[in-house]
């Protein structure tokens, strides 16, 4: 008799405990912690998710090949490392000075070149899915540079005094324009030592901006910012063709795609 009284307690509890489970493992914050025992071996099969294919470029860290285009001895050649006097440093680039000599702030190139790779492989993407670029500069040195280098990739160049036509497109124009996807500065600061108006334009309408910063720039106005002298005719070509090759590769990797469907 007292074995039988056992035995049915024992289920009670049983069941009670199943259907405690039951109710709590319902709640989104409970499964979120229950981890079934064959969910290491067991493949998802998410009905809603969205396959991967091989050729994805979003798949990939360097699809375009962007790495094998500069390297830290390229931006030494070139100069990069050349910034400002110490006295006209931005603070917000001294996490990217690795130090000063004779009273000149020298760029720390180690930081330069994976967010060199960053703005190429960016831009690249842009012309992979067949963006409008557009170079925009205002020293009179780097007007025929950043012209030729638009013109031989397909893209567009403003080097002229800038009257807002992103923001000011109806009075201009009479109608609505289309908007760059991307916007490369070959300087942030423009004559006379005043922040380069298209960049403001491009950060009000969320227009993603790639620009080389010297010392004396702020870095967290620009989405893709290079650390790197900025004033040196020489590098601010070497950079173009960076830029130039990171384009006509996008666009080529679209060329096969398209030539293979």
Known sequence: ?????LKQALQRTCSFSRSTFRYASSSPVV????????DVTRPRNDNNSTPITPDDPMNHDDYFNVRSMVTLEDLFKNRAHY???????????SQYIYGHRLDVDIIDLDKTLPMLHSALNFLAHIAYRQGIILFLTRYPAHVPLVERAARDCGEYAHCRTWDHPFTNTQTLFGYDIRLP???????T?????QLHPAISDSNKLLIPTIALCDTDCNPNIITYPVPSNDDTTKLVEFYLTLFQQAIMAGKEKRR????SN
């Open 256 to 259: 096969e795609k398209d030539s």
């Open 181 to 187: 996807d991307v916007c490369i500065f070959t300087h």
């Open 1 to 5: 008799m007292v074995s039988l009284i």
């Open 31 to 38: 499964q979120r912690h229950i981890i079934q025992e064959d």
């Open 83 to 93: 910034g400002h006097v110490t006295g006209m440093r931005n603070p917000w680039m």
């Open 189 to 193: 600061l423009a004559p006379p030592n």
